[in-house]
Each structure stands twice: as C-alpha cells, then as structure tokens.
C-alpha cells in the first residue's frame, strides 16, 4: 500500500518558489510533440499521410512513432509505385531522436539539385502531354479501344533510350514529355493515363523490369508497352507488336516474372477475353484464309499483320500452309495493287506475321 504524507505548508510554498526558476522538462529530457505531428495507427493511414504531403509538394513530415523506419520507407515505396504523378520524388531519411515521441520523414528530388519550381513545371508538362493523348482518343471509342489507344500511341512516339540522360529519364516525364525513356518510364505513362481515363491500373516489377495490369469489364489482364514497342536507338524499324496487349498469365508468363516478389498486388490474369487477337478476331483456332483475309483487310495500310494461334497443332498447320504458298493469291486480292508479301514466325508464341512491303517502302 502507498502512504502519502501531507507537506507542511513551508516546505510546500519552497517547492512552488523553485519551481518558478527551474525547468522540469529540459532537465528531464522531456520535448513536447510539435502539433504538425500526424498520427498513423494503420499502414492505410500512414499511406494517405504520406500521399496528400507528396501531393502538397510538402518534403518533410512529422510522423508518429509507432511506425517503424522500414515501415515508413516500404509505405512511401508503395505510394511511390501507386501514383506516376510523383515520379520526381524520392524516400530520403528517417529520423529519431531518442526522447520524441515522433518520426521526422524527408522527401527528395530524384535529382536533389532540382528545384521546387522545377518540379512543378515539370509536373505540369507531364499533365499537358497526357491531356493531349486523352483528347486525341475518339469519342465514340470503347473503353477496350481507349486503352488501346494509349498503348499504340505511347509505343509509335517513344523512343527506348538505352542510357540514361539524368535521373528523370526512366520515368513518366522521360516518356511523355521527351518521349525518350526506358522500361518504368514506359510503365508510368501508361499507368499515368488510365489513371486520369478513371481505370485501375498497377505496376509490377521483378527482375528489373516493370509493366502493368490493368481492370476492364470486372478482370485483370497485363499490359507491357516497353516490350510491346520493337523501336531502339539508331533503329528505323517501326513496326508495333501486341503480345503483351491485355494478355493473361499463361501468354505473359513467358516472358515476364509473374512472382509476388516485393510487390505489394500481383493479380491474377486468367481471362483472354479483352486479348488484342482475341478481339481483333486474329486469335484463330485453325488455319482459315478466309479469317485471316478478313483481319488483312482490317489492317489495310499496315506493314505488318500479327496473326496467333491458339494452340500448337493450329500453328503447325497454318505454317506448313503458308510454306506451300496455300492461300497466297486470296492474299494478294486484299492488299495494295504492286505489293509484296512475306512471313515471319514465332514458334514459342505461335504467331505468324505477315509483312506487307508496298511501292516506295
């Protein structure tokens, strides 16, 4: 049991006239919390704390600490991932002093030389050029349509660099706004823009390559523009593939990683339903020319004309038709008048090409 004694009234009103001169909590160690600190008991709170600052441009925050360091950095990793818009910012450090009861977070420039207003302009021509793409995209287009719009025209005005300029080129700024990237920069823009079309769209990445899934119609399926666009430095070639348009796991997997990894959502992508060849009707279960003059005479103009099928017996024997020259003349009648066709084959993917040179090309 705790006895408490009663203070004789001098010693009480001593205590009082010292306590005037003294400094209880600066001889204790004791700091009050300053009221910008924010409280995060969730990874979801801590999430939205980290978002609205980055999105104020705001590059110091005062977070409780009941996150760890490894928290704060895997949750602003996340945000990072999740929003394209803040390609220019960087986790930096987390400090502690041992006698706060907070965690004073610091976000950088990807290039700490960059400026505040730089930042902003830069941010703001990223913006700009995505507008320009949306506006572009037809009004009557499907939602299928306006995804494949911003595929096709990513891929046919981006250059792949394969050395970096500064620490923005992988990024969305160096693929909207220099249309010179590599890899994640492909990746963001993409992400950027289904965003601001109102889509769910994610990033993955493993083993130093990232793309994207993206939600239509209640399903996910990938996407990989890097990969999807065939142009490299001092290359003339401009010829855009779709493989890894809309594809599921079972066509995507052989080229991609599909593991969790450190990422923080892998769908699963089990549908070919919103597949390019799919509704492009070039998915084809058996050699049939009258099919495939069908999907020619869709693509009248283009120079190259992907065709899959779905399955290896199907490939086989559209192969040994085209071999025997079967259905070249029925060809012939739905291309230009004076062009020529030839073929190319991908076994492991089951596809055949057929490439169109016209006069002049």
């Keep these: 049991m705790k006895v408490f004694k009663m203070m004789s009234p001098a010693l009480l009103l001593l205590l009082c006239s010292c306590a005037e001169n003294y400094d209880y909590k600066e001889y204790y160690g004791i700091r009050e919390q300053p009221s910008n600190v924010e409280y995060a008991d969730s990874e979801e709170k801590l999430y939205n704390i980290i978002y609205q600052n980055i999105a104020e441009f705001q590059m110091q925050m005062l977070i409780s600490d009941n996150n760890s360091a490894k928290t704060i950095f895997d949750v602003c990793e996340r945000v990072l991932d999740d929003n394209p818009e803040f390609f220019w910012a960087s986790s930096s450090s987390v400090a502690h002093s041992g006698n706060a009861n907070y965690n004073e977070f610091q976000i950088s420039a990807r290039d700490i030389n960059t400026s505040l207003d730089d930042i902003k302009k830069m941010c ?204 070249v003349n029925e060809m012939y009648e739905v291309i230009p008048e004076g062009s020529m066709i030839s073929y190319s084959y991908n076994d492991e993917k089951r596809m055949l090409n057929i490439l169109v040179k016209q006069n002049g090309d």
């Design 124 to 327: 703001e021509k990223v913006s700009v050029a995505a507008d320009n793409i949306i506006n572009d995209i037809p009004d009557d287009a499907s939602d299928w349509e306006k995804i494949l719009f911003v595929h096709d025209t990513i891929v046919n005005n981006t250059h792949y660099q394969l050395d970096d300029t500064d620490k923005y080129t992988n990024t969305v700024y160096g693929c909207l706004v220099r249309k010179s990237t590599q890899t994640n920069g492909y990746t963001q823009a993409f992400q950027y823009i289904m965003k601001r079309l109102g889509f769910e769209c994610g990033k993955v990445a493993n083993d130093g390559h990232s793309w994207n899934y993206v939600r239509l119609d209640g399903k996910y399926y990938w996407v990989d523009t890097a990969w999807d666009d065939p142009v490299y430095e001092d290359s003339s070639i401009n010829s855009i593939t779709h493989y890894f348009f809309m594809a599921d796991n079972e066509h995507f997997k052989l080229e991609h990683n599909l593991e969790k990894g450190n990422n923080f959502f892998v769908p699963k992508c089990d549908s070919i339903d919103k597949y390019y060849y799919t509704v492009d009707g070039s998915y084809l279960k058996s050699f049939d020319i009258n099919a495939i003059t069908d999907v020619m005479r869709r693509h009248t103009g283009e120079k190259r004309i992907e065709l899959m099928f779905a399955d290896d017996e199907a490939y086989k024997n559209a192969k040994e038709s085209m071999e025997n020259s079967c259905g």
